[in-house]
């Protein structure tokens, strides 16, 4: 008696999101894995249809070409600025950032300062590969202390340079900030707990809750001078050192009226003995 054949698993498939075309991205660049990881978690969540979605000037310009969705094109550090306006005039879509260190930490400093001040209903992905990697490898403001750039080729001094910004770690700290934290593509493990904060940080904006916002960190090998799985190492070895992994704060428990473009007074007050140590 022949046996009856098992019916196949599906054990992954693209996202719905996820367009099917080429990457070009330099070959091992983090990029690809955080754009798939994105895409699951908005087919997962079912906001496709409403999500309107900003990206400035840098790599994660390509993030257009990559994911369907409505884009909207900021000048270099302004997307905050221009994803809280959307939020104004559209408040019933999801809306997000997706910037590069850069972008945020450097010329987008008080664009992305005051939107978590504000509590903006905005979910920011930002993914810090510790250099200019779309300009030609120069230090930003992200870059390791002793790692050498194009424009720091003796490696990154604090006296004169100063030391490398923890911008997830000074957001966490603003009472707007329902959600902040820092993952990595360096493995499957931390691509799975990267995917688990992105999902919990687009949650908090579905339920009203605050401004959340998501670090990845990420490689370039091509900027870094690395093969890559030279960089894989160098990311789980030596740039988690500077920027540990994990929640840095999660305030999720206290929602808000989602149509609302900043926090009430009561909810500041309920927020503003919270510290980044919580979750």
């Given at each position: 008696m022949s046996a009856v054949a098992a019916a196949p698993r599906v054990v992954y498939e693209r996202p719905a999101v996820l367009t099917d075309v080429s990457t070009r991205y330099c070959p091992g660049c983090g990029h690809g894995v955080v754009h798939r990881l994105l895409a699951e978690v908005i087919d997962e969540l079912g906001v496709a249809g409403r999500t309107i979605a900003v990206a400035p000037?840098?790599?994660?310009?390509?993030a257009y070409e990559y994911l369907s969705l409505d884009w909207c094109e900021a000048p270099h550090g302004r997307a905050p600025a221009v994803a809280t306006g959307i939020r104004r005039v559209r408040p019933d879509a999801f809306v997000l950032t997706y910037q590069g260190d850069?972008?945020?930490?450097?010329?987008?400093t008080g664009e992305i300062v005051h939107a978590a001040a504000r509590g903006e209903l905005i979910t920011t992905i930002f993914v810090n590969n510790g250099i200019y990697g779309m300009t030609g490898g120069q230090m930003a403001p992200t870059t390791l202390l002793g790692q050498k750039t194009t424009s720091s080729p003796t490696g990154r001094?604090?006296?004169?340079?100063?030391y490398?910004?923890?911008m997830t770690e000074m957001l966490a700290v603003l009472p707007g900030v329902a959600f902040a934290g820092r993952g990595s593509v360096a493995d499957p493990s931390a691509i799975g707990k990267t995917k688990a904060m992105i999902r919990k940080a687009c949650e908090a904006q579905l339920r009203g809750e605050g401004f959340a916002i998501v670090e990845v960190l990420s490689n370039c090998p091509v900027g870094w001078g690395m093969t890559a799985p030279e960089s894989i190492r160098h990311l789980k070895e030596v740039v988690v050192g500077t920027y540990p992994l994990g929640?840095?704060?999660?305030?999720?428990?206290?929602?808000r009226n989602a149509g609302a473009?900043?926090?009430?007074?009561?909810?500041?007050?309920?927020?503003?003995g919270a510290t980044a140590q919580e979750g």
């Open positions: 000037v840098g790599c994660s310009v390509f850069g972008d945020l930490a450097a010329i987008g001094e604090a006296s004169l340079a100063g490398p910004v923890p929640v840095l704060v999660d305030r999720t428990g206290g929602k473009p900043h926090p009430a007074p009561s909810a500041r007050a309920t927020r503003s």
